[in-house]
């Protein structure tokens, strides 16, 4: 029995049901479940009765829940001890694959903690990069965009990884463009057929697997050229004075502040779809202030 299993077993009881504690945990709600099972399988009895309607303890369920919560406060209290012994302060790494909103929230997190003894660092990479920074444990977390397109392919990859993807919203794809492109002052919409050949301003991806998905959305947009760069200022900077545009998601909840002097289409009859979602190491436990940026872009994604 693991300390992170009670925790896990704890947040279920509150939250009434295992989806509504995975979302809570960060956790997919396949692998809470595992998680719950294989704990139940090792005590030799079961903590909760589960119905359609939701879950309820069971008798043995309720004293584990109640013991349970005296362990996890005297943990609290052994770990609050240590950090005003001077261990380490509360850290943040995050790997981001070029999402326009995310910089934002996390100079908001940066903004909440001022003055806190705290550990941030935040990159920009492909999504191969992201991945890996996250497997490797360089980054507690990664946020990144993915098309719906061969999503068995691509998240079995990264379950091999030793990962743990987990969606946050879906949008339509959107095509983004600067004053230059003759499409800027049109309607808000674009049919795909109706693009024409446009150049296309992309991340460079060195990994096969991912790079065959940009082909795959390439090859139903059909663009005319393409322009590679490996960061957003540069991007930004072609969009704004070239006639290029890029393919991003854009959901609806996000206003125009975060796109200044760039213009957005919603592109029609694609074919596909965007998802935003998050990676972890699968079974790691995100500390505090990983849970709080994501509580953050969960807020300003909510479908």
Known sequence: MKLEQIRQA??????????????????????LSASIKSLERELGHDIFIRTPSGISLTDFGAEFIAHGREILRHMDAI????????????????????????????????????????????????????????????????????????KGRWSGAM???????????????????GQHCPLCGGPD????????SPTVVTYAEPH???????????????????ITVSDRGTLIQLLSQTPAVHLSVCPSSIGDDFFPGIRRLRLRGAGFSFEIGFLKRRG???????????????????E
Not at 215 to 221: A, P
């Open 189 to 196: 919409e674009i049919a795909a057929d109706a693009l024409g």
């Open 10 to 31: 704890i947040e279920v009881y509150n939250a009434g049901s295992i989806n509504r504690a995975a979302q809570g945990l960060y956790l997919a709600q396949s692998s």
């Open 208 to 226: 096969p697997l991912f790079s065959a998905l940009d082909d795959e959305i390439f090859r139903r947009i059909r663009p005319g050229n393409f």
């Open 79 to 150: 770990e609050q001890s240590a950090c005003i012994a001077g261990e380490e302060p509360l850290s943040l790494r995050v790997a981001v694959y070029y999402l326009f909103f995310a910089s934002h929230l996390f100079t908001d997190l940066c903004n909440r903690h001022r003055g806190e003894s705290v550990l941030l660092h935040y990159a920009e990479e492909v999504r191969s990069a992201v991945a890996s920074s996250v497997a490797g444990g360089q980054c507690e977390i990664g946020l990144l965009t993915m098309p719906d397109l061969k």
């Open 284 to 302: 790691h436990t995100l500390g505090p202030l990983a849970r709080e940026y994501l509580q953050s872009v969960r807020q300003l994604l909510a």
């Open 159 to 177: 379950h091999e990884m030793g990962l743990e993807y987990t969606r946050i919203c879906s949008s339509a794809p959107y095509v983004i463009m």
